[in-house]
């Protein structure tokens, strides 16, 4: 497989549930991101992780857990989530986190999430 | 934190015509970005236009920067019907982030 990937593409889980998204790039990048997309508003950065050391928090509820194992993956570990936690979860990478000097990212298709 | 915003949210055309999409963000930056997103899917990058840069061309797409008024436009030429999608600016925010506008939806009726 090439790219970002992202498993799996749909998701659907009560309240009580624990269950964890996947991301995997296959770009030798060295940074990593999650994102959040809720109908009718931007894209919300979540998380970044560079070198496997995470970054960036966005006041991101405790709730939702990420995990960096290595610079090729990604997972975000979902638990006792809320029903407008409901969105289209999308993971990038880029090959490091200078965005300052304008630097591409690179996005899975996405996990389309519903809290019920 | 720096954002920049799409207009017009959305836009309907016929196929063959050209699609301008504008952004306008808030302070100075030195590079900015677009991105296109097919329903349901992930963003793809289109073209990234540096400051020092007026205009830059790839393809159907054109984009242009004028720092001054601190807007960036989005043309696509001859458009198709495969060209409908949400498009993206992108500016950077913090050193380890980007910061997407609500984008533009883009509709090309065959």
Redesign the interface.
Known sequence: ETGVTQTPRHLVMGMTNKKSLKCEQHLGHNAMYWYKQSAKKPLELMFVYNFKEQTENNSVPSRFSPECPNSSHLFLHLHTLQPEDSALYLCASSQDVNLRGGVEQFFGPGTRLTVL | SQ?GEEDPQALSIQEGENATMNCSYKTSI??L?W?RQNS??????LI?I?SNEREKHSGRLRVTLDTSKKSSSLLITASRAADTASY?CAT????????????TQLTVLP
């Open positions: 954002q030195n590079n970005q991105y349901g899917r992930g963003l793809v990058h990234l540096r993206f950077p925010g913090s050193a380890r982030q980007l910061t997407f506008g609500s984008g």
